[in-house]
């Protein structure tokens, strides 16, 4: 069955860039979309963005001037930038196949964001 | 404050019905379909209900979706205490391009 792993820093200083990667295993990552939903501690759900497996992306307005979500099927990998971090960005990230609803999850990392 | 309303937390006994909310307006639940999710302490959310009222492979038949207008329901018939979890409903909101989530309501089981 698929699996998602995420994989990055758990530490992230103020002002730089949080870099996760997804690889997707026991399936292929073509003919879906991935998104990136991220849950701060103690909160809720919050979407970041997908990327469909042909490159095309949709990003949450709120995020997205600092949102970048990429593809590399030849890795079966889609990975997820977010610049210019503060301690608001500190959270869980998940990373999900989306095929009616968001169906496969990651186990989650956390990342926090502090100098 | 979330697009989606949903109550903050509900309880019942073992073997009781539980209904848990969620509501929207015209833009999301109106016009997309309802998901709903649960996610166990400590765990990824798993999809427990998609388009509003289906069920994956593997959900058990207690539970059980609806939507109505701007609204959603989840219900929970034949309460167990492994069903004791943050609920998530969640729709495509077409006016912000974005999927939209509830903030969540924790499930106690007394």
């Known amino acids: 069955q698929v699996q998602l792993q995420e994989s990055g820093p758990g530490l992230v200083k103020p002002s730089e860039t949080l870099s996760l990667t997804c690889t997707v295993s026991?399936?292929?990552?073509?003919?879906?979309?991935w998104s990136w939903i991220r849950q701060p501690p103690g909160k809720g759900l919050e979407w970041i963005g997908y990327?469909?497996?042909?490159?095309?992306?949709n990003y949450n307005p709120s995020l997205k001037s600092r949102v970048t979500i990429s593809v590399d099927t030849s890795k079966n990998q889609f990975s997820l930038q977010l610049n210019s971090v503060t301690p608001e960005d500190s959270a869980v990230y998940y990373c999900?196949?989306?095929?009616?609803?968001?169906?496969?999850w990651g186990q989650g990392t956390m990342v926090t964001v502090s100098s | 404050q979330s697009v989606l309303t949903q109550p903050p937390s509900a309880s019942g006994t073992p073997g009781q019905r539980v209904a848990i909310s969620c509501s929207g307006s015209?833009?999301?639940?109106?016009?997309?379909?309802v998901y709903w999710y649960q996610q166990l302490p400590g765990t990824a959310p798993k999809l427990l209900i998609y388009r509003n009222n289906q069920r994956p492979s593997g959900v058990p038949d207690r539970f059980s979706g609806s939507k109505s207008g701007t609204s959603a329901s989840l219900a929970i018939s034949g309460l167990r205490s492994e069903d004791e979890a943050d609920y998530y409903c969640a729709a495509w909101d077409g006016s912000l391009s974005v999927w939209v989530f509830g903030g969540g309501t924790k499930l106690t089981v007394l």
């Open positions: 990327i469909y497996y042909s490159g095309s992306t």
């Open positions: 026991g399936g292929s990552i073509s003919s879906y979309y």
């Open positions: 999900t196949r989306d095929d009616h609803g968001f169906d496969i």
């Open positions: 015209s833009s999301n639940i109106g016009t997309s379909d």
